[in-house]
């Protein structure tokens, strides 16, 4: 038996991740496979959960964790199909959107409340709904207005924290507009108008309102910077300036994240905050 090194999640020796030698867009498709593999055997009966083996540890309630388990995983699922490429398990995560935002399947989600770690989910759905089209074609009338009530109209009715959270209202809204779904335009312009004053220059944004100094992970590469760029991509026809605009402050800041890394591309596992 091959010794336990690494993430061994449902294996017994070396993660398949780690045996995928990196050459094409093939062997990137096939990484994101070894990935998602592992998910199978913790799929609720209705395919609208994932729970992992373990604690979380995590301050909000379990069924939001497993929610997190399912929606996370769309993230690279999501641009694996919009690629063209294929996954054997697709149908696991189509079935689990439409148990989930069924209120009367019993493993509904649950509507989200104020400050709701739904929302945070929200944004990986609502992603996947834009690039990934096979996703809403795969539902019928009823199935489409669930997801419409669960995912952008239950979260613009709801209050936010006031930092990158509200990008996952965006992205939650992007995603049914871009089916032809019900959303809110109004809300959409609004969360990014919002957003927008979180910016302190020189590519940087802060991660909540003027005041609030905080600038790690979240304002730059995990979150703030991330969803800017794919907000530019996927809105940049009807809205060519404020792409511009997001692609530039990508491209400034890129000059100050480099030096967060060394010439093998590692960095540190923490990043301190600071104020500028």
Same mark, same amino acid.
């Given at each position: 038996?091959?010794?336990?090194?690494?993430?061994?999640? !449902?294996?017994? !020796?070396?993660?398949?991740?780690?045996?995928?030698?990196?050459?094409?867009?093939?062997?990137?498709?096939?990484?994101?496979?070894?990935?998602?593999?592992?998910?199978?055997?913790?799929?609720?009966?209705?395919?609208?959960?994932?729970?992992?083996?373990?604690?979380?540890?995590?301050?909000?309630?379990?069924?939001?964790?497993?929610?997190?388990?399912?929606?996370?995983?769309?993230?690279?699922?999501?641009?694996?199909?919009?690629?063209?490429?294929?996954?054997?398990?697709?149908?696991?995560?189509?079935?689990?959107?439409?148990?989930?935002?069924?209120?009367?399947?019993?493993?509904?989600? !649950?509507?989200?409340?104020?400050?709701?770690?739904?929302?945070?989910?929200?944004c990986p759905l609502g992603y996947a709904l834009a690039v990934a089209p096979v996703i809403w074609q795969s539902f019928n009338d009823k199935e489409r207005e669930n997801v419409e009530n669960w995912l952008g109209n239950s979260i613009n009715e709801k209050n936010m924290p006031n930092t990158n959270w509200l990008w996952f209202r965006v992205f939650a809204n992007l995603g049914l507009k871009k089916n032809g779904g019900k959303f809110s335009q109004e809300r959409l312009d609004s969360d990014i108008e919002h957003l927008n004053t979180f910016y302190r220059g020189g590519g940087w944004s802060n991660d909540g309102p003027e005041g609030i100094h905080q600038m790690d992970y979240y304002s730059s590469s995990f979150a703030i910077q991330f969803l800017q760029l794919l907000y530019a991509k996927l809105a940049g026809e009807d809205e060519p300036e404020r792409a511009e605009e997001f692609k530039k402050r990508a491209q400034t800041v890129a000059l100050d994240l480099i030096h967060y890394y060394d010439n093998e591309g590692k960095k540190p596992t923490y990043l301190v905050l600071f104020e500028i």
């Open positions: 038996m091959e010794p336990k090194t690494g993430l061994v999640l !449902g294996y017994n !020796g070396i993660h398949p991740f780690s045996k995928v030698k990196i050459t094409d867009r093939a062997s990137v498709q096939e990484l994101l496979r070894t990935l998602l593999d592992p998910l199978e055997p913790f799929f609720s009966p209705q395919k609208a959960r994932v729970k992992c083996p373990g604690a979380t540890a995590v301050r909000f309630d379990q069924t939001a964790s497993e929610v997190e388990g399912i929606c996370r995983p769309l993230w690279g699922l999501a641009c694996l199909l919009a690629g063209n490429g294929e996954y054997h398990g697709t149908e696991w995560w189509i079935q689990g959107i439409k148990s989930g935002t069924d209120p009367e399947n019993p493993e509904y989600w !649950g509507y989200p409340r104020d400050n709701d770690q739904r929302m945070v989910e929200m």
